[in-house]
């Protein structure tokens, strides 16, 4: 009975990572054609093949220059930054999601749900409208960001635990009432500056939207979404489980909960922050992704960060797609459209909760 019963635990876990290095492939090859037609959809369309073309010649050379000046500037120097931003921000918010759902063992939590978010816009609302952290130059309204972030976090971490010893209730209802409070700093703020375009440009802002994206600022993205938030979250996966069971089950299994939810918090604001910066704020990703990721590769977040990355990606690009052909050549704020999509699965997971008896 032993044997077999080992057998089938091997076996099982060779399936489950069968399975979810299909689902990896399989988003991978989604991924790159949703860019490529992506790239090539707008209020001038430009075909797949002439966009894998054009990608082809100025990646590595290949091919003779069979389209025109204007084609190859709309999608080297206009789309395709936009849609490498819209894949991180999306893998990013995804992701981080993924982790405050461990955090604080609650499948409502995302970004919005702990006040980061609200943080984030705090601080960049403060340097757009009034100029706070022009000493670092290009670099302001990301680190604003991520200051007001970070103090977010921290100020989340400190209330939760001036009750004692910081539990996932306490972390959930300190994000919510400081998350308001935030929220009610950046109206003020809009009110405060007196200028008409700069408050215009803040609520366009704060309603999310690829079209800032650059070049120069990509990379600085990718290095923290990619190598400060899903790199990091996929080596704790075994950390994240233990969280997500329970603290004692942590504390079992040799892992302090306090401490790593604090690396946690600032692995999450710096991510925000920076997504933030680049994107405005973008709602319901952090809270949508991570179901879907679950549901078809399981709980183990060893496997959910990678899928969700992935589904974060290719979920984002197609809502900016959406947002820039349902009105062309008026442009909406991705935020609208995620959150006509999130909504409804939000509203579909309370009933559930509530059926299940949570």
Do not use: K
């Amino acid at each position: 009975m032993g044997v077999r019963r080992v057998s089938a635990d091997v076996l099982g876990l060779t399936a489950r990572r069968r399975r979810t290095t299909l689902w990896v492939l399989g988003l991978v090859a989604g991924l790159i054609a949703t860019g490529v037609i992506a790239v090539g959809t707008g209020a001038i369309a430009i075909g797949p093949a002439t966009v894998a073309r054009i990608l082809a010649h100025q990646m590595f050379g290949l091919g003779d220059v069979t389209w025109t000046p204007p084609q190859e500037a709309i999608v080297w120097q206009v789309r395709l930054p936009r849609i490498l931003l819209g894949m991180l921000v999306g893998a990013g918010l995804a992701t981080c999601g993924v982790a405050l759902q461990a955090m604080v063992r609650n499948v409502l939590a995302d970004p919005y749900l702990l006040g980061i978010n609200s943080g984030a816009s705090s601080g960049a609302a403060a340097a757009i409208l009034f100029g706070v952290g022009a000493g670092f130059g290009q670099y302001a309204l990301s680190t604003s960001a991520f200051l007001g972030a970070l103090a977010a976090s921290l100020l989340v971490f400190l209330i939760a635990r001036s009750g004692g010893r910081v539990t996932s209730m306490r972390l959930l209802l300190s994000g919510v009432a400081v998350g308001y409070a935030l929220y009610a700093l950046t109206s003020f703020l809009i009110f405060a500056s007196g200028s008409a375009e700069g408050s215009r440009s803040v609520m366009f802002w704060l309603l999310g939207s690829l079209g800032l994206a650059r070049w120069d600022a990509l990379l600085a993205v990718a290095a923290i979404v990619i190598g400060g938030t899903i790199a990091y979250l996929t080596v704790n996966g075994r950390r994240l489980d233990a969280l997500a069971v329970g603290d004692e089950t942590a504390h079992t299994l040799g892992v302090s909960p306090d401490r790593f939810r604090m690396r946690l918090l600032v692995v999450v604001s710096l991510g925000v922050g920076v997504l933030v910066s680049a994107s405005g704020s973008i709602g319901f990703v952090g809270l949508v992704v991570p179901h879907l990721a679950r549901r078809v590769v399981g709980a183990t977040h060893a496997r959910v960060v990678p899928v969700a990355a992935l589904l974060g990606a290719i979920l984002l690009v197609w809502a900016d797609v959406v947002a820039r052909v349902l009105l062309a050549p008026q442009e909406i704020p991705i935020g609208i459209i995620t959150a006509l999509l999130g909504a409804p699965f939000l509203l579909i997971l309370i009933r559930r909760l509530h059926a299940t008896g949570v």
